[in-house]
């Protein structure tokens, strides 16, 4: 199994520009998760997924959004980037079992926006 | 919401010491995990411990849920321990959404 794989591993944006980060996993999670890290500091949930279908919103939603038509993928969109985007975006997938849950994580996407 | 303190925030040890890293929180809790985030950026589940206590190897845990703060101990310290290591908790509920400390950045030396 490849996991959670995420591209790009880097992009450069200018202002106003959108893009959207693709996540795909392999592992049949129904779970899914987008977070941001900012230099220095823990990661803050952007939206989530609970199955196909069903997204809804973290701490830090505004300036995103996201889809989940598959099982497999969780693409994030990026409209009108402003600086404060800036930071390393990871995406995640878990599961449960009967004694708890492991979220597993992808690589990152650094984005800089100039 | 919910807060998350760890401490310390950073710690320099030499290879083969032991170190004991705390996580507090603010509110009651059902979901706690630590991870292990190294020096390439990639994070690692360690631990799922909303309670009580597990070990991995050299790596164990306790959550004391009552009192609200968890306990990562390592012992016999290698370099490949250096990273970030964060606590996260939340609530189950219909997905774990998950609030994280600011990690403990830990630099283990030869």
């Known amino acids: 199994n490849a996991g959670v794989t995420q591209t790009p591993k880097f992009r450069i944006l200018k202002i106003g520009q959108s893009m959207t980060l693709q996540c795909t996993q392999d592992m049949n999670h129904n779970y899914m998760y987008w977070y941001r890290q900012d230099p220095g500091m823990g990661l803050k949930l952007i939206y989530y997924?609970?199955?196909?279908?069903?997204?809804d919103k973290g701490e830090v939603p505004n300036g995103y959004n996201v889809s989940r038509s598959t099982t497999e993928d969780f693409p994030l969109r990026l409209e009108l980037a402003a600086p404060s985007q800036t930071s390393v975006y990871f995406c995640?997938?878990?599961?449960?079992?009967?004694?708890?849950?492991?979220?597993?994580f992808g690589p990152g996407t650094r984005l800089l926006v100039l | 919401g919910i807060q998350v303190e760890q401490s310390p925030p950073d710690l320099i040890l030499q290879e083969g010491a032991n170190s004991t890293l705390r996580c507090n929180f603010s509110?009651?809790?059902?979901?706690l995990q630590w991870f292990h985030q190294n020096p390439w950026g990639q994070l690692i589940n360690l631990f799922y411990?909303?309670?009580g206590t597990k070990q991995n190897g050299r790596l164990s845990a306790t959550t004391v849920a009552t009192e609200r703060y968890s306990l990562l101990y390592i012992s016999s310290s290698q370099t490949t321990d250096s990273g970030v290591y964060f606590c996260a908790v939340g609530d189950t509920g219909t997905a774990s959404k998950l609030t994280f400390g600011t990690g403990t950045r830990l630099q283990v030396t030869l």
């Open positions: 509110d009651s809790v059902n979901n």
């Open positions: 995640a997938s878990s599961y449960r079992t009967g004694v708890g849950e492991t979220q597993y």
């Open positions: 411990i909303p309670s």
């Open positions: 997924s609970v199955g196909a279908g069903i997204t």
